[in-house]
Every structure is written in C-alpha cells, then in structure tokens.
C-alpha cells in the first residue's frame, strides 16, 4: 500500500535554505514509487496565497485557531515531517510548534536543521520537547548526531541520519588555463556569512592570469532586510573597493531557483563558504558544492569539518582574508590537487540524490507506520 505524506516547513517561494530542503524533498518523494500524495502544511507570517496544488494549508504565525486547521490537514496523511528549525515558527524561540505537534495524530518524523552546542535551558527544551513528540528524528550529519547525544536528552534509538540531498547536476567543469575562472558564494546574505572575508582574499589573487572572477549570489535575508535594511550589502560594497577588487566581484541579487541555480553551479570553479560561525553542524549549500564535484573552500565550522577534512576541500581559519586567498591560489594553480578534491567529494556524496534521498525517508515512514500498527 503506498504511503501519503504530510509536511510541515516553510516552503517555496518563501526564500530560505529549510524552504528550499522542502520543496527538493517534497518533489522527489511526489515521483518516488510507493508515496500515494505528498500535502504540504507551509509555515508563514502572515495571510498568504499560492498557487501551487500540494499546499493544502498554512500555518500562520500567531494567529487564533492555525495550529489545529494545520494539524487537522496533517492528520490525513499516513505520515507527517516536520522541519523544525528555532526561527521559522512562533513563539518563544519557536515554541508555538509544540500546540500543533501536541495535536498530531499521525506518526511524525522530525528533521532538525539546527542542534546548538551552547543552547539556552529554554532551546533545550524546545528540541528535546520536539523530539520527544515524535516517532523519529533525522539529522543531515555525523556531526549533529555527535552533538544530539552529547548536549540533548533524546532517545538515541530515534535518532536517524539521512545526509541532505543533493541536485543532479550536468558535466562538471574543471580549471583550466583558459578563461576566468569563477568563484562563488551562494545563498541568502546577512551578517555571519563571512563574505567580507572572501572579499578580502580575492586582493590575494587579483594580479593572477586569467583574472578570477568573484560572483556573491543571494538577496539579503527576508528578515535581516526587514530589521536591517541592506547595510550588510552595503558594507559589502564598501569592502569591494577598499580592497582595490571592484573590477573582479560581481553581487547578482536574486534568489535561484533549483534549474537556475544549477547552472549556476556549473558555471562555478570554485566555492568558497566564509562563514563566521564555528557551530553549524549542516549546510545544504556546502552538501550541494561538494556533490556537484566542485572545489570547495570553508573556514572550519562543524559540517566542513566533518565533509570536507578527508580531501574533498579546503578548509581555512575563520576571518582570514589571507588565508582564502593562499587557498584560492593553491586550487588556482594545482589541477591535481582539483582533480583529487573533486574525486573526494563525489565519493563522501554518493547517493545523496534527491530521489536515493526520498526513498531514505520513504523506508523510515514505513518502520513507524509498522509500529504504530503494532501498538
């Protein structure tokens, strides 16, 4: 019998990285064999539309009355996932998801994009309370289940891993000596992301031939924008022609859709991932450089640790403009050392597919489902 699937997140065309792991997620268990119907719960701000068929209903923040019309629609399907990350639901710290998953009838999964190494009593509890309400918990990373069992009280035997999924990418371009290559960061901006830094590592290589180019794809954060306008942007720019490099850097303000980031990827020779911070255990942008075959150059927060340490990239100290541009020069001028990184990557990524991915969760729906039934 197939399986229908619930899921809660926000969604497209909302524009964040939990957004678009639902909507690669939500397309490929809709073509996976065995899925009856995906429906999708989008969580929002405020009153909005769409258009597209397998949102069923929101859940809107604050508003009287949205938790149990959103858990009512989960509850007709077999099995729910939920995204959970702090900020995208309301409430202290998120916690206004607890209303809605206390109402969940059907056997959840929950998927936890954050695990903090220093949360507040109150951040524990949210995640532990999460988790406690669920049939089972995925983490995307090593890394997360390390920090899961150290920091968190949460039953180990519901805790599964299933890598974030990846694109399926065209031919991958390699450097060469002919043409500019093309370095890009990608993603929303705001402050953290370290940009700044890697601004500052394209001075290190501007007298290079050919000329890299540095492309930074992304609009500003919906909510960096909303509380801070466009100074993280604008500081950018600044940075740009401080450091001499204006005529190398190239800011494309928009968010990519999955084919167009594709291409994008593809054009790109190397990725470089500045981010200050030292504690994200997962980031689908670096699964996605690394599982197109791309070089990829990260400062050393959790999950570039754990997916790049065998070889697969390069990683660089935290605010080291120098440093990344040292690194820059080394895959600039070393193809062996490309060609090693590439064959890397694509072996510690190896079916992490989108469809391999669905039918990871496709199996684990159906252990809950056999349990539930069991009970």
């Known amino acids: 019998m197939n399986t229908s699937f619930g899921l809660l997140s926000t969604y497209p065309p909302t524009q964040c990285g939990v957004a678009a792991f639902a909507g690669a997620l939500s397309t490929a268990l809709s073509a996976a064999a065995g899925v009856d119907r995906v429906g999708v719960v989008r969580v929002v701000d405020s009153p909005t539309f769409t258009d597209r068929p397998e949102v069923i209903a929101h859940l809107q923040a604050n508003a009287a009355g949205s938790a149990e019309v959103a858990a009512a629609a989960l509850d007709r399907h077999d099995v729910v996932i939920v995204n959970h990350e702090y900020g995208i639901f309301d409430g202290n710290d998120g916690d206004g998801v607890l209303d809605l998953l206390h109402r969940l009838r059907s056997p959840s999964i929950i998927v936890l994009h954050t695990v903090l190494r220093r949360p507040t009593p109150h ?108 100074s993280y942007r604008l500081g950018l720019y600044k940075k740009v022609r401080a450091f001499g490099v204006a005529d190398l850097v190239r800011f494309e303000r928009s968010y990519a859709d999955p084919p167009a980031l594709a291409r994008l990827v593809d054009r790109a020779d190397v990725v470089v991932l500045p981010y200050d911070t030292t504690d994200q255990v997962s980031s689908g942008v670096l699964h996605e450089a690394v599982a197109a075959g791309k070089p990829v150059i990260a400062t050393k927060f959790q999950h570039a640790v754990e997916l790049l340490g065998t070889g697969a990239g390069l990683l660089v100290p935290h605010r080291d403009g120098p440093a990344i541009g040292a690194a820059l020069k080394r895959l600039f001028t070393d193809p062996d050392l490309v060609a090693g990184m590439r064959a890397e990557g694509l072996r510690r990524t190896a079916g992490t597919d989108w469809d391999t991915i669905a039918t990871r969760y496709l199996a684990l729906a159906a252990t809950l489902q056999d349990a539930t039934s069991k009970a």
């Open 123 to 230: 951040q524990q509890w949210v995640l532990e309370t999460v988790a406690s309400l669920a049939g089972a918990v995925v983490i995307t990373t090593e890394s997360a289940r390390t920090r899961l069992h150290e920091t968190y009280t949460v039953d180990p035997g519901k805790v599964h891993v299933i890598p974030h999924g990846a694109l399926v990418q065209p031919a991958i371009r390699t450097i060469s000596s002919s043409g500019e290559p093309m370095v890009l960061t990608w993603g929303l901006l705001g402050p953290g992301k370290g940009v700044e830094w890697a601004i500052a590592g394209m001075r290190e290589v501007r007298h290079l031939a050919p000329r890299p180019r540095y492309v930074i794809s992304g609009q500003t954060h919906p909510k960096v924008l909303s509380e801070e306008g466009e």
